[in-house]
């Protein structure tokens, strides 16, 4: 019985040793199990940007197109047939030069009788003359006659005084008659200077329209409704740009003003502001600026586009925040500012854009804090925490 009792103390040891390390490790598995507790949320981090104040000066691309300096399109004076024509398409003129001759066959028979009327005009004033000058005579007689008492009778004297009076007035409309027979003559003299063609100015020919005996005049045929020719002037070029209404400010004659044109990849060609508009076309909203372009080599093509490196001044500083910043939608374009820890959406209208900022106008400040990156997710009213952007404006 001694002997048994220490065996059975030894069988309750293990016993207890086993249960305790069983508690342990369940209640080391409950503390495992257990979550952590966790931390108290606050608002949420955003990084923010600095708006900016500071002068905008930028170059933007604006299309264009070359005119010629001067162009014109030649109609006919009158009806005629074209006898010959010297030039064509491309042709290089000098002002005077003739280039197209009409002929008229009825010209020529009024020009004959308007010859006619101008001598039998001349031969009424001749004889209205000779009339005129024997009544003078007669009348001068009869004056000396009558100075001595009873030679002539006084009647005779003022009938022949009566007389030279009308031939005079014979003689001013016999010269009348003369003066507008000849203008009638010069006029259809005029007429047949029409038949010549000429240049008037030196140029060069870029459209051609009829040949040799086509009817042409100014109320029929070919020339009614098309030119006989088209000359311009290459020597010196317009340069249209239509600028838009939000960088009319600032543009003055005198500035010089680069450009580019497909024809000459890599060249850059130079004009300067020659004139302005001043006023603003309704329909596009543009103003019309014209700048002259030197072109004695004649290497620049009327009627070419060309892209304009227009520069855009304001006239004072602007504010400035990263593109990023803008927030559009269908209702209102935004930026998010935060003040006081809390977002408030704030409109604004965007203008130029200088590198990676942007233009923008509205109620903002100098150093006003925007959100880097705007999104309408961020409602207005929220509480936020701040911290400066990786890549803030400077």
């Known amino acids: 019985m001694t002997v048994s009792e220490p065996r059975g103390s030894a069988r309750w040891s293990i016993a207890a040793a086993m249960f305790c390390a069983t508690s342990l490790v369940a209640c080391g598995r409950d503390a495992a199990t257990k979550p952590a507790e966790k931390p108290a949320a606050g608002p949420p981090t955003i990084e923010v940007v600095r708006v900016v104040e500071r002068p905008v000066s930028v170059t933007l691309a604006m299309p264009g197109e070359l005119e010629p300096y001067e162009t014109v399109a030649i109609f006919p004076k009158v009806t005629g047939f ?3 024509i010297r030039v064509d398409r491309g042709s290089r003129v000098r002002a005077g030069e003739l280039m197209a001759q009409l002929e008229a066959p009825e010209l020529l028979a009024q020009r004959a009788e308007a010859e006619a009327k101008v001598q039998a005009a001349e031969a009424q004033s001749s004889a209205a003359r000779a009339k005129a000058d024997a009544d003078i005579s007669t009348f001068e007689k009869l004056k000396a006659a009558a100075a001595t008492p009873g030679v002539v009778a006084g009647n005779d004297v003022v009938l022949a005084q009566k007389s030279v009076e009308a031939d005079q007035n014979q003689m001013t409309a016999a010269q009348k008659n003369v003066d507008a027979a000849r203008q009638a003559l010069s006029s ?29 005049g100014p109320n029929s045929g070919a020339g009614a409704s098309v030119p006989l020719v088209r000359v311009v002037n290459r020597n010196r070029l317009r340069l249209v740009v239509p600028v838009a209404e939000a960088y009319i400010a600032g543009v003055m004659t005198g500035v010089e003003m680069p450009f580019t044109v497909p024809a000459y990849p890599g060249q850059t060609f130079t004009g300067r502001i020659a004139r302005i508009a001043q006023a603003v076309d309704v329909k596009t909203r543009t103003m019309a600026v014209e700048i002259d372009v030197p072109n004695a080599d004649g290497r620049l093509a009327p009627g070419t586009f060309c892209q304009v490196r227009w520069p855009v001044r304001r006239p004072g500083p602007s504010l400035l925040v990263p593109s990023g910043s803008v927030t559009s939608t269908t209702e209102r374009t935004f930026v998010v500012r935060v003040r ?10 965007t203008g130029l854009a200088a590198g990676p900022l942007v233009e923008v106008f509205g109620d903002l400040r100098a150093g006003d804090e925007v959100a880097a990156r705007g999104t309408d997710e961020m409602r207005p009213g929220t509480e936020v925490r701040v911290k400066p ?5 400077s």
Do not use: I, S
């Not at 007429?191 to 051609?208: I, Q, S």
């Not at 006081?340 to 704030?346: A, D, I, S």
């Not at 952007?389 to 404006?393: R, V």
């Open 340 to 349: 006081n820890g809390r977002t408030e959406w704030v409109d604004v209208t």
């Open 188 to 216: 259809v003299t005029q007429m047949e200077e029409y038949l010549k063609v000429t240049a008037p100015f030196d140029g060069v020919v870029t459209e051609r329209n009829v040949h040799p005996g086509a009817l042409v």
């Open 389 to 393: 952007a990786a890549t803030a404006p």
């Open 82 to 84: 074209v006898k010959t």
